[in-house]
């Protein structure tokens, strides 16, 4: 083994794989999709990339959201190995619904949400959102009024009127973005989104929910009502890093200075 050993990249980008790549003297194995692994006595085994076999890992690098990935995340937590963001906190969190779940127990913005399974119907008399499965970015919600039957198992919540925001921190660095779209789906995709002043209640929540679900990098979304009232929308462990030149930027110096610790 090399001196500075093998590290993985799994789901990094090009950019971001070639800033790491110049910034660090050791091996590296990098997968932009889910690799094949074994882990045995310990020690995690990774498929290379190119050509038959597999490779010792001292450090795994994560980054993205895909369908397959629960059981590698699953498997990175058992290997209890050096994982960046921490292995099992993303295990906790990959499963939307399970995770705010967990969420509201502990923000102090948590309002209570309601359930409907899977083929069944619900009436409300108040403007209401249901959501579910395990993607963010405005997918797979639905708002709705009076009658409306489910497809999938879903939480279902009041529609707060109000400004859609997300506190994210990576390592000891945090910003309050303004989420943006045409439609009451927002996101921090559109060119409109940007950086505002940090909500200090806000901050406090998600570092608090970060420190609790033991997790590496946090993007809570929250939405702050027209009565200043605030409400906890969702949790995502894996918070979008390029949309903002600065997040990037903040994102590679905690992963470089993680795998040169």
């Given at each position: 083994?090399?001196?500075?050993g093998?590290?993985?990249?799994?789901?990094?980008?090009?950019?971001?794989?070639q800033?790491?790549?110049?910034?660090?003297?050791?091996?590296?194995?990098?997968?932009?999709?889910?690799?094949k692994?074994?882990?045995?006595?310990?020690?995690l085994?990774?498929?290379?990339?190119?050509?038959?076999?597999?490779?010792?890992?001292?450090?795994?690098?994560?980054?993205?959201?895909?369908?397959?990935d629960?059981?590698?995340?699953?498997?990175?937590?058992?290997?209890?190995?050096?994982c960046?963001?921490?292995?099992?906190?993303?295990?906790?969190?990959?499963?939307?619904?399970?995770?705010?779940?967990?969420?509201?127990?502990?923000?102090?913005?948590?309002?209570?949400?309601?359930?409907?399974?899977?083929?069944?119907?619900?009436?409300?008399?108040?403007?209401?959102?249901?959501?579910?499965?395990?993607?963010h970015?405005?997918?797979?919600?639905?708002?709705?009024?009076?009658?409306?039957?489910?497809?999938?198992?879903?939480?279902?919540?009041?529609?707060?009127?109000?400004?859609?925001?997300?506190?994210?921190?990576?390592?000891?660095?945090?910003?309050?973005?303004?989420?943006?779209?045409?439609?009451?789906?927002?996101?921090?995709?559109?060119?409109?989104?940007?950086?505002?002043?940090?909500?200090q209640?806000?901050?406090?929540?998600?570092?608090?929910?970060m420190?609790?679900?033991?997790?590496?990098?946090?993007?809570?979304?929250?939405?702050?009502?027209?009565?200043?009232?605030?409400?906890?929308?969702?949790?995502?462990?894996?918070p979008n890093?390029?949309r903002f030149?600065?997040?990037?930027?903040?994102?590679?110096?905690?992963?470089?200075?993680?795998?040169?610790?």
């Amino acid at each position: 083994m090399e001196k500075f050993g093998r590290i993985a990249l799994v789901g990094i980008e090009m950019e971001e794989y070639q800033v790491i790549r110049s910034g660090y003297k050791g091996l590296i194995i990098w997968h932009q999709s889910i690799p094949k692994i074994v882990i045995k006595n310990g020690i995690l085994f990774m498929e290379k990339e190119n050509g038959i076999g597999m490779l010792p890992v001292d450090k795994v690098v994560y980054y993205g959201i895909f369908d397959n990935d629960f059981d590698f995340i699953t498997g990175l937590a058992v290997w209890n190995g050096a994982c960046f963001p921490n292995a099992e906190a993303m295990m906790d969190c990959r499963l939307k619904i399970p995770c705010l779940v967990k969420a509201m127990k502990h923000s102090r913005f948590g309002a209570p949400r309601g359930f409907i399974s899977a083929e069944t119907e619900v009436t409300v008399a108040t403007d209401m959102v249901a959501k579910w499965g395990n993607w963010h970015c405005g997918q797979n919600k639905h708002r709705f009024t009076g009658d409306w039957k489910s497809e999938m198992a879903s939480t279902i919540e009041p529609y707060f009127e109000g400004d859609a925001v997300r506190i994210m921190v990576i390592g000891n660095q945090y910003w309050q973005i303004k989420l943006e779209g045409d439609t009451w789906l927002k996101s921090i995709h559109p060119d409109t989104a940007c950086f505002i002043e940090i909500d200090q209640d806000l901050l406090d929540d998600t570092l608090h929910l970060m420190k609790t679900l033991n997790m590496s990098m946090i993007g809570n979304d929250y939405i702050v009502c027209k009565d200043g009232s605030k409400q906890l929308l969702e949790v995502n462990h894996i918070p979008n890093i390029t949309r903002f030149e600065e997040v990037r930027s903040a994102y590679l110096e905690t992963v470089m200075a993680w795998i040169q610790n």
